[in-house]
């Protein structure tokens, strides 16, 4: 099974910038895509973002869109999320995914452990 590795949270100010890293490694060969989730105590995790290996398409949830960029270094079997703009709303535990269930891509079998961003008023 993927095994993912996450990095690049942190605390910043309202209107600040990140760049969340994933890197996969074990059995990826079948995972076509990759995606960022996020969740917060006492609500649903939510799709942030996903992307496909193979030509790079692109998928972005709607409280995101224009803020926040996927993309995927596949020589580095890393995938990067650009967090621009960032709103107090946009504090959560962010996930790292993979192996996806559907080609929907609101679901995924493999999950990292997860990295905080923490977005101050």
């Known amino acids: 099974q993927a095994q993912l590795v996450e990095s690049g949270g942190g605390l910043v100010q309202a209107g600040g910038s990140l760049r969340l890293s994933c890197a996969a490694s074990?059995?990826?060969?079948?995972?076509?895509?990759m995606g960022w989730f996020r969740q917060v105590p006492g609500k649903e995790r939510e799709f942030v973002a996903a992307?496909?290996?193979?030509?790079?398409?692109?998928y972005y949830g709607n409280s995101v869109k224009g803020r926040f960029t996927i993309s995927r270094d596949n020589a580095k079997n890393t995938v990067y999320l650009q967090i621009n703009s960032l709103k107090p709303e946009d504090t959560g535990v962010y996930y790292c995914?993979?192996?996806?269930?559907?080609?929907?891509?609101?679901?995924?079998?493999?999950w990292g452990q997860g990295t905080q961003v923490t977005v101050s008023s």
């Open positions: 074990g059995r990826t060969f079948s995972s076509y895509a």
């Open positions: 992307i496909r290996w193979r030509d790079g398409t692109t």
């Open positions: 995914a993979a192996e996806p269930v559907t080609t929907a891509l609101r679901d995924f079998r493999s």
